[in-house]
């Protein structure tokens, strides 16, 4: 193999890994987005069950199943919030 064709492998190969990096970062892209709008379904809900709650507190409801239902959304929201941070570090690497 020549200079010039060693070359032209090497561009054939790079031109394939930034396919493939583009490929990965709209895959990502993709997951980023669905995962905010998850995260911005959560925090509806946990709004919806906080104003529940005060609401019932004053009544004396079932302020515990509230609060077991409260703290299940804060805690999927926390989770959400971690993934989403995992793929904003994950894109931020591919700049």
């Known amino acids: 193999m020549d200079g010039f064709e060693l070359l032209e492998e090497k561009v054939k190969k790079a031109a394939e890994i930034v396919k493939k990096l583009r490929r990965e ?17 959560a925090e509806k809900r946990l709004d919806a069950v906080e104003a529940e709650v005060k609401a019932q507190s004053g009544k ?4 515990e199943g509230l609060t077991a239902q409260l703290q299940a959304l804060k805690d999927e929201r926390e989770e959400v919030k971690k993934r989403i941070a995992k793929l904003v570090d ?6």
């Open 90 to 95: 994950v894109l931020d690497g591919l700049d």
């Open 25 to 41: 970062n709209k895959a990502l892209e993709d997951d980023l987005t669905k995962s905010r709008w998850k995260l911005q379904e």
């Open 60 to 63: 004396g409801g079932d302020v």
